[in-house]
């Protein structure tokens, strides 16, 4: 079946920078739209960021607009964040989610929980101040 592992969590300092990958397996990965999302202990899911098929367009969460970036690499069905300048309020389970078979080349999704078919089981991110 499908599976997405994400990986790159960890624990750094306020300001600092982790990238973030997910790697796709047996998902027709150039025909799904990407997206992030994360929980924080105690509060509800929600979207980070979302990539398009074809990586042409994106699209954030306003928290974290002009700190992250999303980015795919199609040919090794790989989907990536690179977070700066973090601060403690980042501090959250990130997770992988795929929207297989969009039919909307330039549709940068998903951007709710519900939108994906397949999610990854999240990796920790926590940040100190």
């Known amino acids: 079946q499908v599976q997405l592992v994400e990986s790159g969590g960890g624990l750094v300092q306020a300001e600092d920078s982790l990238r973030l990958s997910c790697a796709a397996s047996?998902?027709?990965?150039?025909?799904?739209?990407m997206g992030w999302f994360r929980q924080a202990p105690g509060k509800e899911r929600e979207f980070v960021a979302a990539?398009?098929?074809?990586?042409?367009?994106?699209y954030y969460a306003d928290s974290v607009k002009g700190r992250f970036t999303i980015s795919r690499e199609n040919t090794k069905s790989t989907l990536s964040l690179q977070m700066n300048m973090l601060k403690p309020g980042d501090t959250a389970v990130y997770y992988c989610a795929a929207r297989a078979g969009t039919l909307n080349y330039n549709y940068a999704g998903p951007r709710r929980w519900e939108e994906a078919n397949y999610w990854g089981q999240g990796t920790q991110v926590t940040v100190s101040s």
């Open positions: 047996r998902l027709t990965f150039s025909s799904s739209a």
């Open positions: 990539i398009s098929r074809s990586a042409s367009n994106t």
